[in-house]
């Protein structure tokens, strides 16, 4: 984190204060919750939704500060690995990737064609290249005919035609290593729809078709020693939901220790991360310790040390900028009732609505390789 650039990014030392104390109850809480990512044996990897990220529409709700991208950075520093959902345009994300440092990089998608059904939305992996190596292989997801969501098909003469939809919003799949640990990952963030009917089917299909699909390299990338790790933005109902069957029937594992709801009023699953490798790889996961320095699973909660619920006044003029902060009747500000309800709300736009999800992958392979050479 390159600390040196509070002084340029806050020159009132008013608003400084408030950024570096409220960064240190940051920093502390994630030393607590989250192990050191400094050991050479380990991978913490994370998937986080972060809402409307640098969206051209934000609903009203004003747009993002530079104080939140800093509680941001401060998150994605903690991990050595992040599949970030919901990435619009990149100029907010460039300024979070300046604040990490020259050790990060990034890669991501191009928009979903808006004719497909997508809003503008791109997904995106950071990483520290001190830990985290690029394989040079990517792409998005694109299904043959005979996998359309919502397929159907006819008969014209003696060719088969079909018509369906593709993904409302590409997965994104790519090639990475951490010392000896190789994994094929893939990203998304599936279409919601609605909470029943036919939409509700649409967002099952999509869970089982990219399953399925990316499932399929399960043999090969077995011979190569790699993992599969399909991750993100689900948008699973419950673990007994066929939202979730539809990912577990197609071989892939859910780590017992992620077994838990992601959204901030603790009633949704919709984030996930899900695994076809070596049992070895979900089992270390899910060795239970009574120490969270040496937890290998968990959710981060964001309001915890940033935003709380007693801090609103502190963000009264900047709520009164957007115009949700506003009377829709006179255009004047709202009052304090008023405000201080609205906050929760506001800070989800600063924020996330979503909390990060992370693993701590064993990847210290050595042992094994040598086996394999007697």
């Known amino acids: 984190m390159e600390y040196y650039r509070l002084r340029y990014d806050f020159r009132a030392r008013i608003d400084r204060a408030r950024v570096i104390n409220n960064l240190h109850r940051l920093r502390d809480q994630l030393t607590d919750t989250i192990p050191s990512k400094d050991s050479d044996s380990t991978l913490l990897l994370a998937t986080w939704n972060i809402r409307d990220f640098d969206a051209t529409k934000r609903y009203g709700n004003g747009s993002r500060s530079k104080e939140s991208l800093w509680y941001i950075a401060e998150v994605i520093s903690r991990f050595d690995f992040v599949a970030v959902q919901e990435v619009n345009r990149l100029d907010e994300w460039k300024q979070v990737c300046r604040i990490l440092g020259d050790n990060w990089d990034f890669i991501c998608t191009d928009v979903t064609d808006t004719r497909l059904g997508g809003n503008g939305e791109r997904l995106l992996y950071a990483f520290d290249k001190r830990k985290v190596q690029f394989r040079n292989i990517a792409g998005e997801i694109v299904l043959p005919n005979s996998m359309l969501i919502s397929n159907e098909t006819a008969e014209l003469g003696d060719t088969k035609m079909y018509s369906g939809k593709q993904f409302r919003r590409s997965p ?91 959204n901030l009023d603790k009633t949704k699953y919709y984030d996930q991360i899900a695994f076809r490798a070596k049992q070895g790889v979900l089992d270390f996961i899910d060795t239970p310790s009574s120490s969270t320095s040496r937890s290998n699973a968990g959710i981060v909660e964001l309001f915890d040390s940033v935003f709380r619920d007693g801090d609103w006044q502190e963000y009264e003029d900047e709520m009164k900028k957007s115009s949700n902060g506003k009377s829709v009747v006179t255009g004047e500000n709202k009052d304090h009732d008023t405000l201080e309800s609205y906050f929760e709300d506001w800070k989800t736009f600063q924020f996330s609505d979503h909390k990060p999800m992370w693993v701590r992958i064993s990847s210290d392979g050595a042992k094994d390789y040598l086996d394999s050479l007697t």
């Open 172 to 262: 994104f799949l790519a090639s990475f290593q951490s010392n000896w640990f190789k994994f094929d990952i893939c990203t998304v963030h599936i279409y919601y729809g609605a909470k029943s009917g036919d939409k509700l089917d649409q967002r099952v299909e999509e869970i089982s078709r990219v399953a399925n699909y990316f499932g399929k390299r399960a043999e090969d990338a077995e011979k190569d020693g790699k993992a599969l790790i399909l991750l993100g933005d689900f948008n699973i109902v419950h673990p007994e939901h066929k939202t979730m069957k539809a990912l577990t029937d197609e071989g892939f594992a859910i780590p017992k220790a992620l077994d838990r709801p992601s």
